[in-house]
């Protein structure tokens, strides 16, 4: 079975520029959350979605934004990109929306804002 | 408020124990969460334990929790060098599902 994944890998971005990072879920799996990681840091919460609907969002400015498909697959979009975006975008998926199930996360896509 | 604390750093020897410490600020958290990230990876969920266990046990792994104290720690027997990596806890509400507040990690070293 194919893990949480995410693409691209590593992206490179001009500040004041927009970005879209996407994610595929686990198979079966609906809920889909979105994380920063800041180096040397832990990861901070931006948002989760729950079969296309949002159920949560983090102490993130506008300028981040996401959206869930109908196959469960997800984009986070930033705009107007700052250098302090720079981190590493997590993405996780998990069955459904409890705790009882845990975070499956992706290897993440490292930005770059210059 | 919601924060979770963690040492920066440990370093033991091969085979001896590690512990890593965790602190937490909300005492209304409903589960308790250990993730490993290995360098270049995501995170992975090692265990979790419920706000009303005192202590979980899975393989090396032993988890503590003294809630009177808001205190988390990992216990890693027999500590080998493929356990090198930042350890990560978190916690999560059953109010709020969608939220989980991770700590700035620890990064285990094993020296041979």
Known sequence: DAGVTQS????????GQHVTLRCSPISGHKSVSWYQQVLGQGPQFIFQYYEKEERGRGNFP???SARQFPNYSSELNVNALLLGDSALYLCASRVRDSLLYGYTF???TRLTVV | GEDVEQSLFLSVREGDSSVINCTY??????YLYWYKQEPGAGLQLLTYIFSNMDMKQDQRLTVLLNKKDKHLSLRIADTQTGDSAIYFCAEGWYSNASKIIFGSGTRLSIQP
């Open chain 2, 25 to 30: 600020t909300d005492s209304s958290s409903t």
């Open chain 1, 106 to 108: 992706g290897s993440g």
């Open chain 1, 62 to 64: 506008d300028r981040f």
């Open chain 1, 8 to 15: 691209p890998t590593h992206l490179i971005k001009t500040r």
